[in-house]
C-alpha cells in the first residue's frame, strides 16, 4: 500500500504541477491555499478564528483536545505563501493525534513584511498564549519547512527575550538554512518534486532582504541553541532540505539539546501534508503526537 500511495502523491503533485497557470504572488499564495478544498478538515474538529498577542490565526481542536494545554503552529510556504487555510487538515490531524488544541498563526508574510516579521509574530502569538492562561510547560511550538525553521529561530527568541521556556518544539522538513550551503540542494535537487533551487532563491531574498542569510534567526542552523526544549526533527530522505534537517540536528546535539531526529525513507518534502492520500504522512503525524504526549505534562 506505501508503494502506492507515493505513486498517489507523485502523480498528483505532477498534475497540479502541470495545472498551475504562471502567475504572481497572489495566485501562488491561493494556489497553496486550494489545498483545503482537496484535503477538507473532518466535520468532528472545530475551526474558530481567533487572535493571540495581536497576531490573527485560527483555533483547530479536535474531540476531546485539553483545555490546559496548547501548540502553536507555524505554517511551511517560504515565507511568502502558505497560511493556517492551506495547512489546516495537516493541523487537525495533530490535534488529534497529540490531544492538544492548535492554535495555527497567520503570521505576516514577506515581501510586505521580510525579516524580522515572522519572528516577531511567532514570539508574540506563544506569549499571548501564555497570557491566556496556558502553563509554558504546557505550550509547544510546531511548524513545516520555512514554519519549521521558524519554530527553531522562535524558541531561540524566546530565549533571548526571557519568555519562560516551552515545553517541547517540532520541526517537519525544517528550512534552517537559508545560504542554501547543503549538499542535498544539488545531490537531491532531482529526487524531490516539492522544492527547486530557484524557488527557494526567491523566496530568500523576499524574506531575508539585505540582512545577512545566516543570522541566527533566519537560519537558526547556525545558531546557538543552548537551553531550548526537546525536539523533535522529520525529514524525508529525498527532500533537497535533508541537509538542513542534519545541519539543525547536529547543531542541537553539540548544544545539549535533548533531539529526536527521523528521517524517512523515500519521503519527499512536507510529506505529512499530504497524510489523506499516503499512510507515511500518517504515521509521521502519529509519531508526532506521541513526541507531544510524551513532553507536553
Same mark, same amino acid.
Given at each position: 500500500?506505501?508503494?502506492?500511495?507515493?505513486?498517489?502523491?507523485?502523480?498528483? #503533485?505532477?498534475?497540479?504541477?502541470?495545472?498551475?497557470? &504562471?502567475?504572481?504572488?497572489?495566485?501562488?499564495?491561493?494556489?497553496?491555499?486550494?489545498?483545503?478544498? !482537496?484535503?477538507?478538515? %473532518?466535520?468532528?474538529?472545530?475551526?474558530?478564528?481567533?487572535?493571540?498577542?495581536? @497576531?490573527?490565526?485560527?483555533?483547530?481542536?479536535?474531540?476531546?483536545?485539553?483545555?490546559?494545554?496548547?501548540? /502553536?503552529? #507555524?505554517?511551511?510556504?517560504?515565507?511568502?505563501?502558505?497560511?493556517?487555510?492551506?495547512?489546516?487538515?495537516?493541523?487537525?490531524?495533530?490535534?488529534?493525534?497529540?490531544?492538544?488544541? !492548535?492554535?495555527?498563526?497567520?503570521?505576516?508574510?514577506? %515581501?510586505?513584511?521580510? $525579516? &524580522?516579521?515572522? !519572528?516577531?509574530?511567532?514570539?508574540?502569538?506563544?506569549?499571548?498564549?501564555?497570557?491566556?492562561?496556558?502553563? &509554558?510547560?504546557?505550550?509547544?511550538?510546531?511548524?513545516?519547512?520555512?514554519?519549521?525553521? /521558524?519554530?527553531?529561530?522562535?524558541?531561540?527568541?524566546?530565549?533571548?527575550?526571557?519568555?519562560?521556556?516551552?515545553?517541547?518544539? @517540532?520541526?517537519?522538513?525544517?528550512?534552517?538554512?537559508?545560504?542554501?550551503?547543503?549538499?542535498?540542494?544539488?545531490?537531491?535537487?532531482?529526487?524531490?518534486?516539492?522544492?527547486?533551487?530557484?524557488?527557494?532563491?526567491?523566496?530568500?531574498?523576499?524574506?531575508?532582504?539585505?540582512?545577512?542569510?545566516?543570522? %541566527?534567526?533566519?537560519? %537558526?542552523?547556525?545558531?546557538?541553541?543552548?537551553?531550548?526544549?526537546?525536539?523533535?526533527?522529520?525529514?524525508?530522505?529525498?527532500?533537497? /532540505?535533508?541537509?538542513?534537517?542534519?545541519?539543525?540536528?547536529?547543531?542541537?546535539?553539540?548544544?545539549?539539546?535533548?533531539?529526536?531526529?527521523?528521517?524517512?525513507?523515500?519521503?519527499?518534502? @512536507?510529506?505529512?501534508?499530504?497524510?489523506?492520500? #499516503?499512510?507515511?504522512?500518517?504515521?509521521? !503525524?502519529?509519531?508526532?503526537?506521541? $513526541? /507531544?504526549?510524551?513532553?507536553?505534562?
Amino acid at each position: 500500500m506505501a508503494v502506492k500511495d507515493r505513486e498517489t502523491l507523485r502523480a498528483m #503533485l505532477a498534475e497540479r504541477a502541470a495545472a498551475a497557470a &504562471p502567475g504572481g504572488l497572489a495566485e501562488q499564495r491561493a494556489g497553496i491555499d486550494g489545498l483545503s478544498a !482537496v484535503f477538507p478538515v %473532518p466535520s468532528d474538529v472545530t475551526v474558530e478564528a481567533s487572535n493571540l498577542g495581536g @497576531v490573527k490565526g485560527e483555533w483547530v481542536r479536535a474531540p476531546g483536545a485539553r483545555k490546559d494545554a496548547a501548540l /502553536l503552529y #507555524l505554517h511551511g510556504g517560504g515565507y511568502v505563501i502558505g497560511s493556517p487555510t492551506s495547512h489546516r487538515h495537516l493541523v487537525a490531524l495533530i490535534s488529534r493525534e497529540s490531544g492538544l488544541p !492548535v492554535f495555527s498563526a497567520d503570521y505576516r508574510l514577506a %515581501p510586505e513584511h521580510p $525579516f &524580522p516579521a515572522a !519572528v516577531d509574530d511567532a514570539v508574540a502569538a506563544y506569549d499571548g498564549m501564555i497570557k491566556s492562561g496556558i502553563a &509554558p510547560a504546557n505550550i509547544a511550538i510546531a511548524g513545516d519547512s520555512a514554519g519549521g525553521g /521558524l519554530t527553531a529561530a522562535a524558541l531561540v527568541a524566546i530565549r533571548d527575550r526571557k519568555l519562560p521556556r516551552p515545553g517541547a518544539g @517540532v520541526m517537519i522538513s525544517p528550512w534552517s538554512d537559508l545560504s542554501l550551503s547543503g549538499a542535498s540542494h544539488k545531490t537531491r535537487k532531482d529526487r524531490d518534486p516539492m522544492v527547486g533551487g530557484e524557488g527557494l532563491s526567491g523566496m530568500l531574498s523576499a524574506y531575508a532582504g539585505t540582512a545577512d542569510v545566516k543570522h %541566527p534567526l533566519i537560519s %537558526p542552523a547556525f545558531a546557538d541553541l543552548k537551553g531550548l526544549p526537546p525536539l523533535l526533527i522529520q525529514v524525508g530522505s529525498e527532500e533537497v /532540505l535533508h541537509d538542513d534537517a542534519v545541519m539543525l540536528r547536529d547543531r542541537a546535539e553539540a548544544d545539549g539539546v535533548d533531539v529526536s531526529f527521523e528521517s524517512w525513507g523515500g519521503m519527499v518534502h @512536507v510529506w505529512p501534508l499530504f497524510h489523506p492520500i #499516503l499512510g507515511e504522512g500518517r504515521d509521521a !503525524v502519529a509519531r508526532i503526537g506521541s $513526541f /507531544l504526549r510524551n513532553h507536553i505534562s
